[in-house]
């Protein structure tokens, strides 16, 4: 999910959620059960819906994730997954 609103894979880009820019709080979401991989975004606390889904299969049931960012002229706060949902406006330090 990017900057412009669009979420992208393999190289393709469909429209997904809003633009987002300075002053925007994002949150993703990565969810596991016994049918696949749930991938979700908020954008200022609001819920943008599923992103990508994949089903389950070997590939997804073994599949390591680590968290990856990329951008520009943005700064990241990392929550633990112990941590509450955020509220927003939210005051991150």
Same mark, same amino acid.
């Given at each position: 999910y990017g900057g412009t609103g669009k979420k =992208?894979? *393999? *190289?393709?880009f469909e429209d997904y959620g809003e633009p987002f820019g300075a002053g925007?709080? #994002? $949150?993703?979401?990565? =969810?596991? =059960?016994?049918s696949g991989l749930t991938v979700s975004y908020q954008k200022n606390g609001m819920e #943008? *819906?599923?992103a990508?889904?994949? $089903?389950?299969? $070997?590939?997804?049931?073994? #599949?390591e994730l680590y968290p990856a960012l990329c951008g520009k002229a943005f700064t990241v706060h990392w929550l633990p997954l112990e941590a509450e949902p955020v509220e927003w406006p939210c005051q991150l330090r």
């Amino acid at each position: 999910y990017g900057g412009t609103g669009k979420k =992208s894979h *393999g *190289g393709v880009f469909e429209d997904y959620g809003e633009p987002f820019g300075a002053g925007d709080a #994002l $949150q993703c979401r990565v =969810s596991r =059960s016994a049918s696949g991989l749930t991938v979700s975004y908020q954008k200022n606390g609001m819920e #943008l *819906g599923k992103a990508f889904e994949m $089903q389950a299969d $070997q590939a997804v049931k073994n #599949l390591e994730l680590y968290p990856a960012l990329c951008g520009k002229a943005f700064t990241v706060h990392w929550l633990p997954l112990e941590a509450e949902p955020v509220e927003w406006p939210c005051q991150l330090r």
